[in-house]
């Protein structure tokens, strides 16, 4: 059988699962297994899967073969390909992407990129209901492709532009929500919430579904404004989502101080804080400090490897020193939800990318060391950051959606070896088609 031809019901026989994804209660059932070197390091779990009108009924340890009625039911061979959840991208800008070719940013620094988008979007006024509704839409055609199921995505919004915005997030959502989850995020100076207009603004996103965010900045009216945003927060009942932190400065503790400002209002409600960079240059008890202090608060972080790789350190004529990242291994150590997310692509933030979590996962490993072992950390890119998208139906669980990834790679080492661009994506048990956008669709755009 192909997976072009998938009937109602069939297995995926000979297949490996992450450990992470697989109930304590089957992995038991493999335990006379003698498990190869591989399996044991990477740890995967041998297995067999059974999917019936789209769900995920049945996962047999690979000794069980014998039980499964191969002569009545079609099989795809999984030929010990490692099967994955379908992703979740906690953090994206899909309102900037693709606009690089128009507006470059040839310093490649974090004002170059702010530069970058004020003339894009304000000066040049390109951000029209059709200019966006296209852009976005290739980003979400892209990320579907690879095998992504939920996307959050920060929006700016300056006063002259959100309206158009949260209109053509809006008939997105809507048209793609059989597809991927949609969720979008404000991106404005947390300033803002502190004026007449910031509140009519926050009950604009509360109207659109949304999340309140902003960016953190150490300012002496910090406090005074995270006050704020968590007070329209609470009396909206949103989440919150912060830029933070996102340079090299050791005294840039913007993540601290929202941790403590959710634990002096008995924030209830979900904080994800995105980028966090600065926690890696600060002396180790200063950056033990805030972790614990995030912990407790709750705070769930999502890093950025290919945007803060890109960005962070990049000074002219010079070879960076730093990979620009988070402290995600401390974090998780301490028991923080940590997830790993794409940011921006192809803008003046990033000048590549293409809305694929398993290339994220796969730099993210690199450049955050990652690996050997990999423990858990393929839910950083899938159950976690759904997790604390507060959704519930990213895994691998009996009676879960067969919304999986199956890919021609038997171990960590080849996964992240190759681009997968021959995986197989299924959606509610059906292969989808992978088939990427045409860049040239945008052409006219730019
Ligand atoms: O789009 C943005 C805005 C702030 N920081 C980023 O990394 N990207």
Redesign the pocket.
């Known amino acids: 059988m192909t997976a072009n031809s998938l009937p109602a019901h069939y297995w995926i026989v000979n297949a490996r699962i992450p450990n992470c994804f697989i109930d304590r209660s089957i992995r038991e059932q493999n335990l006379d297994l003698p498990l190869t070197p591989t399996l044991e390091r990477d740890q995967l779990f041998p297995c067999h899967l059974e999917i019936q009108h789209g769900k995920i009924t049945g996962i047999l340890p690979s000794v069980r073969i014998s039980e499964i009625p191969t002569e009545s039911l079609p099989i795809i061979d999984g030929k010990q390909g490692m099967i994955t959840p379908c992703f979740a991208d906690l953090h994206t800008?899909l309102d900037?992407g693709h606009t690089w070719e128009r507006n470059p940013n040839l310093d490649g620094t974090f004002q170059g990129?702010l530069k970058g988008?004020y003339r894009d979007c304000t000066e040049q006024g390109n951000w029209s209901y059709d200019d966006l509704y296209r852009r976005m839409e290739f980003g979400l055609k892209c990320s579907y492709a690879h095998g992504t199921k939920a996307i959050r995505t920060?929006l700016d919004c300056p006063p002259h532009q959100f309206q158009t915005t949260f209109q053509v997030f809006r008939e997105l959502r809507e048209k793609w929500k059989e597809k991927i989850t949609l969720q979008a995020v404000s991106?404005v100076q947390l300033s803002y919430f502190d004026t007449k207009e910031g509140e009519q603004f926050a009950d604009a996103i509360a109207d659109l579904g949304g999340i309140m965010g902003g960016?953190a900045h150490m300012i002496p009216e910090l406090d005074h404004y995270l006050d704020r945003i968590l007070t329209l927060a609470t009396e909206r009942h949103l989440n919150l989502d912060f830029?933070a932190d996102?340079n090299n400065d050791p005294s840039s503790r913007t993540l601290h101080r929202i941790a403590e400002a959710s634990l002096r209002h008995n924030f209830a409600a979900q904080i994800v804080c995105g980028?966090c960079c600065s926690l890696a240059v600060q002396d180790q008890e200063t950056a033990l400090e805030t972790i614990a202090l995030v912990k407790d608060a709750r705070v769930g972080i999502v890093s950025?490897p290919m945007?803060n790789l890109y960005?962070q350190d990049r000074v002219a004529e010079r070879t960076p020193r730093w990979r620009g990242v988070t402290l995600v291994r401390e974090l998780d150590a301490a028991g923080v939800s940590v997830a790993l997310s794409s940011?921006?692509c192809r803008d003046p933030?990033y000048g590549f990318g293409d809305h694929d979590l398993l290339q994220v996962f796969s730099m993210g490993t690199k450049i955050s060391h990652l690996d050997t072992p990999y423990d858990n950390w393929i839910e950083s890119v899938t159950s976690r950051p759904a997790a604390l998208m507060g959704l519930d139906e990213v895994g691998l669980g009996i009676g879960q959606p067969a919304d999986l990834v199956l890919f021609k790679a038997r171990c960590y080492s080849e996964l992240l070896s190759r681009p997968q661009n021959d995986r197989l994506v299924l959606r509610n048990g059906i292969a989808i088609d992978t088939t990427l956008p045409d860049y040239a669709e945008l052409d006219d755009l730019l």
């Open positions: 800008h900037k990129a988008i920060h991106l960016i830029h996102e980028h950025l945007c960005l940011d921006n933030f």
